[in-house]
């Protein structure tokens, strides 16, 4: 598990920071984009120690939480229940409980078949990967951007980034593709396809002619991510670059 120091040096490698000894020169662009990842990396780190500290106070009240154990409490007999009764007295004649009709059979309600899987959102992601699969990446590239800015809150909209960048790259817009991987990076951090947005970043360097900056890419990708899939190409492209 990476921690966020980690992240942080992920992302700065993302952002096409030079660091030191990297011979690269910074861009304008590069520094805001270091700028927001900084900021970013703050908030998370603030919003980590926070849960650290109620995991920690909920885990001190479990500690000292004994198992309640329930004591069975007599109920004691009412006033003059051990008494004889007194003379003359006969017990009352038992009442018949009054009969009651039974109740109409209640008819079920039809039954209604559950609503189908995959509505509006889940078709419109579906039609803009159908079209990547199909080699029509400029159509996929619009398929993408729409569904982001019609399903901002969706669960999918990180995937759609990563497929976006995805398009670019496979239209050899590398540009375009860089930014696209870097925002996944900056916007959604926990996403499952960062380690394969950083592996094709690397790709992006190497096919730029950046040597240096792919190989510290895919290094960082080797160190943070080791047992992904991306991890395993990563190494392979490497010893490539060496």
Same mark, same amino acid.
């Given at each position: 598990? +990476? ?5 942080? /040096? ?7 920071? #030079?660091?030191?000894?990297?011979? +690269?020169?910074?861009?304008? @662009?590069?520094?805001?984009? *270091?700028? &927001?990842?900084?900021?970013?990396? &703050? ?10 500290? &109620?995991? &920690?106070?909920?885990?001190? @009240? ?49 039954? @209604?078949?559950?609503? =189908?899987?995959?509505?509006?959102? @889940?078709?419109? +992601? ?22 982001? =800015? #019609?399903?901002? =809150? ?5 995937? #759609? ?8 790259? /496979? ?11 870097? *925002? ?48 395993? /190409? ?9």
């Amino acid at each position: 598990m +990476f921690t966020l120091r980690s992240c942080w /040096l992920i992302l700065l490698a993302m952002s096409g920071l #030079a660091l030191p000894g990297a011979g +690269f020169a910074q861009r304008p @662009q590069d520094s805001e984009l *270091t700028l &927001e990842m900084l900021q970013r990396i &703050e908030q998370l780190e603030a919003e980590v120690r926070y849960l650290r500290g &109620e995991l &920690e106070l909920q885990r001190h @009240q479990l500690e000292l939480r004994q198992p309640e154990r329930s004591t069975a409490i007599p109920t004691p007999a009412p006033v003059g229940v051990n008494q004889p009764p007194p003379s003359g007295y006969s017990p009352p004649a038992p009442v018949a409980p009054p009969v009651v009709a039974a109740p109409p059979p209640v008819q079920a309600p039809p039954v @209604q078949a559950p609503p =189908s899987a995959g509505g509006t959102e @889940q078709a419109e +992601f579906d039609a803009a990967l159908g079209e990547l699969r199909e080699g029509r990446y400029p159509q996929a590239i619009t398929d993408l951007q729409r569904f982001m =800015s #019609a399903w901002p =809150s969706s669960s999918r909209v990180g995937d #759609a980034q990563y497929w976006l960048g995805e398009s670019y790259y /496979l239209s050899r817009n590398y540009d375009a593709a860089k930014e696209a991987f870097i *925002t996944l990076g900056l916007r959604y951090p926990q996403n499952a396809r960062l380690p394969d947005a950083l592996l094709k970043l690397g790709y992006i360097y190497g096919e730029q002619g950046d040597t240096a900056r792919a190989r510290e890419v895919l290094q960082k990708l080797v160190q943070v991510y080791p047992n992904s899939p991306a991890a395993g /190409l990563a190494g392979r492209r490497l010893q490539s670059l060496r």
